[in-house]
């Protein structure tokens, strides 16, 4: 069976999908179907994808197995990530939660030595 990426081979578009068939009970539907973001990526993007899951997500091990530097691999992996539709974060999410708690923690210090009021304090701790 071939594989199909979404893409028409002609031209290269996105191509919908109008037509499904069940090999078992020869069952046809018709209509307009939505494909998975992953049928947006290229076979460059998809292999890449499986090659970062099949090493658990470590950038090092895709970089070894690829034989490319860690650069290359986050470049690789920011690419496929913005593919899928979605944003490329500067910080991952637990550094911005450490960082929040870190700023937590200092406004209460401050407060607690009398650097700042209670309203300043309060207004500071206000999620944004």
Known sequence: MHT?????????????????HCRSCDTFLEGSFALSRFASLTQEQFSFL???IRCQ???SWVGE???????????RLNDVIQA?????MDEPPADIRQR??????AILENL???GMSTE?????LQPE
């Not at 197995?65 to 470049?75: A, C, F, G, H």
């Open 57 to 59: 997500g470590k950038l």
């Open 112 to 114: 607690a030595s009398g």
């Open 84 to 88: 899928l539709g979605f944003e490329i």
């Open 65 to 75: 197995e690829l034989k490319l530097s860690y650069p290359t691999v986050r470049n």
């Open 120 to 124: 300043e304090a309060i207004d500071l």
């Open 4 to 20: 199909y990426s979404g893409r028409c081979p002609v031209c290269g578009q996105g191509m919908a999908v109008t037509r499904l």
């Open 100 to 105: 929040d708690v870190r700023n937590r923690q």
């Open 50 to 52: 499986e090659t970062f």
